[in-house]
């Protein structure tokens, strides 16, 4: 068995087309085909459905793919341990990011960064905790940061970075007449734009509705919290958002920021790497630089 046979069948599980996934290779279509045959031959079990196209994996392959992962991810951890060893921390640190937090990300990244300069940092910032957590265990992100509550973190390590608390932005003529903190009933009269639902925050803002036994029904959702700070702009809209984007990001002009309680809307926002050992250099050295800055505190002075 080859580490290129099983690239070759975690690429095709992935892209679930085979020239789609020997471009990916950078293979012919013929030669990633006789790698899997010859894994399959080797390991005495089919891993694809063939028909005159890829038509999926058996539950055979739906299992090994998850060794295959797990041994690709480990040869990637040794490879990088490695070269820390003789010439300081390189590679790749992949990193996923729930929408909300990516205006505060950067307070985790750049002091990471700036002690490993060597290392590449890939981010996905437009992910749900759940997508992130699921593609932890995929072995497809190093790390991630999420909304820990209600997610099932069995397996993984959890390092809170901070509170989030949303607020309420939106344009001065929306908001003619009425005072902060604003009352939910009256929210809900407000032309909205919110976060789309299954998203977190969003279930965070409906939870917060539903206990006062109204419905949030905006005219506009979308997956993107600086699509919901740029619809704000035009004047003539108001959305719920974490405030952390407000202390990156100044608000538009003519708008106001208010304070939303009775409940007020607050939530744990967290990094989430693998758990057992050994752990990968990357992702300890991230837990390590997550742990020694004050990323809280950071938030809270901002």
């Known amino acids: 068995m080859l580490f290129r046979q099983l690239e070759y069948f975690v690429a095709l599980a992935r892209e679930r087309h085979f020239a789609r996934a020997a471009e990916a290779c950078h293979v012919s279509q013929p030669a990633l085909s006789e790698a899997i045959r010859k894994l399959e031959s080797e390991l005495k079990v089919p891993l694809?459905?063939?028909?005159?196209?890829?038509?999926?994996?058996?539950?055979?392959?739906?299992?090994?793919?998850?060794?295959?992962?797990?041994?690709?991810?480990?040869?990637?951890?040794?490879?990088?341990?490695?070269?820390?060893?003789?010439?300081?921390?390189?590679g790749e640190l992949r990193l996923g990011v729930i929408p909300a937090a990516a205006a505060t990300v950067a307070l985790l990244t750049d002091p990471f960064c700036a002690e490993h300069p060597l290392v590449k940092v890939r981010l996905e910032t437009g992910l749900k905790s759940a997508d992130i957590v699921d593609r932890l265990r995929r072995f497809e992100l190093d790390a991630g940061v999420v909304y820990p509550d209600g997610q099932d973190t069995s397996g993984l390590t959890v390092t809170p970075l901070y509170r989030e608390q949303q607020v309420l932005l939106a344009g001065n003529d929306v908001l003619t007449g009425r005072t902060e903190p604003l009352e939910w009933a009256d929210v809900v009269e407000l032309p909205l734009c919110l976060l789309t639902p299954g998203m977190r925050g969003r279930q965070l803002i409906d939870d917060a509705l539903a206990a006062q036994g109204l419905t949030a029904n905006p005219q506009l959702e979308t997956d993107s919290v600086a699509t919901l700070i740029g619809q704000v702009a035009t004047g003539r809209w108001?959305?719920?958002?974490?405030?952390t984007w407000l202390r990156t990001m100044r608000p538009p002009a003519d708008t106001r920021v208010l304070r939303l309680e009775h409940p007020s809307i607050r939530a744990t926002v967290a990094m989430v790497t693998r758990a057992g050992e050994p752990v990968s250099v990357l992702t300890r050295a991230l837990t390590e630089s997550a742990r020694s800055t004050p990323i809280d505190a950071d938030v809270d002075r901002r």
């Open 48 to 90: 694809v459905t063939r028909g005159r196209t890829f038509e999926g994996l058996t539950p055979e392959g739906e299992r090994l793919v998850l060794w295959a992962r797990r041994i690709l991810a480990d040869r990637d951890a040794l490879e990088h341990e490695v070269r820390a060893l003789q010439t300081g921390l390189t």
């Open 238 to 243: 108001a959305t719920i958002i974490p405030a």
